[in-house]
C-alpha cells in the first residue's frame, strides 16, 4: 500500500485501530513453516465479496473494534459485513449486507463496533495486494482495486452500480433494498439480543486425556473471559486454569487455527488465523471449523463457553453450513436490477 498510487481506489484518511487487507488465507504452505493468514470470520468475507459480484476469495478490508474514514476515488460499489461499527457517508447511515454504490470523492467514516470485533469491506473487482502480506494500514496509505487485466466488475455488479447510481440523483450514495440474511457467526453481533455467553462448539483434543479429571471437566462446564492479549494469532483466555497430570515436555507438532493449547500457567489459547504452524503446548480441545468465525468475532471481555461434540457431528455441522453458505449465495447471484 502506497501514499499516492493513481485514483482507482480509496485513501486512508485514519486508518482505524487495526485495518488489515485479508483474503481467504493460503493453503498447501503450513508445511514450510508459513501460516496460512486470512480472515478471521471468513463467511463475513465470503458474503461481502459475493455481495459486490466478486469470487468468494477476492481480498477485502478486514476493520478491528474501531474503523478508518476512507475516501473513495472513484464511484465504487461495496459492501460492508460483520460486525457493525455504525458505517456512514455524509452523516447518513450506510445499510450493510447489501450492495451499496458510493460517489467519487465521498467518504465512508465507521466508528466502533457496537457489538462482535471485526467488519469487512469488499469492492467490486477486488482490492489490489490482497495476497500478501500488507500489515497494518495507516493514515495515508492507498488501497487500489485491482486493474482489467488483473480483475474486472463482474456484469453482475456492473448492473447494480449502473442503477443504483442513478437512484442515488444528487446523492452520494444508494443502496440495494434487499440484503443478505447474516450467517450464524451473527450471533454475537447481528439483529439479535445480544449472548451473554457465546458457546463454541468443540471436540476433544490428542492430549485431552493429559488433564487431571477435574479440568477436563471444567473446561466444558466453566465459562471463560477473552483476554485483552487476544490478536489475530490467538483469543487468550481467563478463568480457573487446567491442571495437566504430567508436566512433561511435549515435542513441537503441527498446529491449525481453532486448536485450544494449555501452556504452563493453565489458562488456554484458542489458535486464530495468524497462529503459528507448530506449537509444543498440548492441545486440550479443537473448536469445530463451523465455529471459527464465531471465534474471530469475539472481542476482549466477552464470554465464551465450549461444548462438547463428536468429530462427525462438526463434520455435519460443516457440510450443513456450506450448504447455507452455497444456496445464500445462489440466491444472491440471482438478484437482478
Given amino acids: 500500500m502506497t501514499t499516492s498510487e493513481g485514483n482507482n481506489g480509496f485513501l486512508l484518511k485514519n486508518g482505524g485501530l487495526l485495518t488489515t487487507v485479508q483474503h481467504l488465507g493460503t493453503s498447501g504452505l503450513r508445511a514450510y513453516g508459513v501460516s496460512g493468514g486470512g480472515a478471521m470470520d471468513r463467511e463475513s468475507l465470503r458474503i461481502a465479496n459475493w455481495l459486490t459480484g466478486n469470487s468468494e476469495d477476492e481480498a477485502g478490508l478486514e476493520l478491528t473494534l474501531a474503523g478508518p474514514e476512507l475516501v473513495l476515488e472513484t464511484d465504487m460499489l461495496v459492501a460492508i459485513t ?6 456512514s457517508v455524509d452523516g447518513e447511515a450506510l445499510p450493510m449486507w447489501r450492495p451499496v454504490w458510493v460517489r467519487q470523492g465521498a467518504a465512508i467514516r465507521f466508528g466502533r463496533a ?11 473487482g477486488g482490492l489490489a495486494g490482497g495476497r500478501g502480506k500488507a500489515g497494518r494500514l495507516r493514515a495515508g496509505d492507498f488501497v487500489r482495486l485491482r486493474e482489467r487485466g488483473e480483475a474486472a466488475p463482474s456484469r453482475w455488479a456492473a448492473e447494480w452500480a449502473a442503477v443504483l447510481a442513478r437512484e442515488a440523483g444528487g446523492r452520494n450514495w444508494s443502496a440495494a433494498r434487499w440484503f443478505a440474511p447474516p450467517p450464524r457467526s451473527s450471533s454475537c453481533y ?11 462448539r468443540t471436540m476433544t483434543g490428542s492430549e485431552f486425556g493429559q488433564f487431571s479429571e477435574a479440568a477436563r471437566t471444567a473446561f466444558f462446564r466453566e465459562r471463560y473471559r477473552v483476554a485483552p492479549a487476544s490478536d489475530r494469532m490467538g483469543c487468550r483466555l481467563e478463568g480457573a486454569p487446567l491442571e495437566r497430570l504430567s508436566r512433561a515436555e511435549l515435542l513441537s507438532h503441527g498446529v491449525t487455527p481453532g486448536a485450544v493449547q494449555v501452556p ?6 484458542v489458535l486464530g488465523a495468524d497462529c503459528q504452524t507448530t506449537g509444543g503446548y498440548p492441545k486440550i480441545a479443537h ?13 476482549p471481555g466477552d464470554w465464551l463457553s465450549f461444548q462438547h461434540v463428536a468429530l462427525e457431528e462438526a463434520q455435519r455441522l460443516d457440510l450443513e453450513s456450506e450448504y447455507e453458505m452455497s444456496m445464500l449465495k445462489a440466491a444472491i447471484r440471482s438478484r437482478r436490477p
Fill in 190 to 200: 447481528g439483529g439479535g439480543a445480544p449472548q451473554a455467553v457465546i458457546g463454541l
Fill in 114 to 124: 457496537a457489538r462482535g470485533c471485526r467488519t469487512y469491506v469488499a469492492a467490486a
Fill in 264 to 269: 504452563p500457567g493453565g489458562l488456554p489459547i
Fill in 287 to 299: 473448536v469445530a471449523t463451523v465455529d471459527l468465525p464465531l471465534l474471530g468475532q469475539l472481542k
Fill in 82 to 87: 460483520g460486525a457493525p461499527m455504525s458505517p
